[in-house]
């Protein structure tokens, strides 16, 4: 995996204490699992960020290198990798994702936004100065509970 591709994997999972990286995005999956993950997701209340691996096949393969695991989707939380959605729906079936969720400070609305948003704009900048770069959320509102970033 090239380092651009490992260093946004690493700066997404450790800038949004919950991330999905999916086939298609949370109002449009492109794959059963991917839909499944999201239902589970927003059952439990949590915001999340996504990332639509369909978007760059570097990132798509990239992923699966990153957690060594072949399968998408894939959920981080607080920056460890928690599984696709069979695990997701065992974990929300027995209470444990829920109880790993309500840690959360953004559960609760107490999370920091300025040190985010400051990163993810001069990581942005930085990136793509000289290119067309697409966000499916605007950066002023961050965070958003499903924004999407496609950097590549």
């Not at 760059?56 to 460890?80: A, H, L």
Request: glycine share 6%; charged share 20%.
């Amino acid at each position: 995996m090239d380092t651009q591709v490992k260093d946004y994997i690493d700066e997404t999972v450790t800038n949004h204490r919950v991330v999905l990286f999916m086939k298609g995005t949370p109002q449009f999956p492109q794959c059963g699992f991917s839909s499944r993950a999201v239902q589970i997701l927003d059952a439990c209340g949590s915001q999340y960020a996504t990332v639509n691996v369909l978007s760059d096949m570097r990132v798509r393969e990239g992923i699966k290198e990153f957690s060594n695991w072949p399968t998408i989707p894939q959920c981080y939380i607080d920056g460890e990798f928690v599984g696709g959605s069979d695990i997701l729906l065992a974990m929300y079936q027995n209470g444990e994702l829920q109880s790993k969720l309500e840690q959360s400070n953004w559960s609760s609305g107490e999370f920091q936004t300025s040190n985010s948003l400051q990163h993810t704009k001069n990581w942005l900048w930085k990136s793509w100065s000289s290119r067309a770069v697409c966000l499916c959320k605007a950066l002023s509102r961050f965070p958003e509970p499903k924004m999407q970033a496609f950097p590549f």
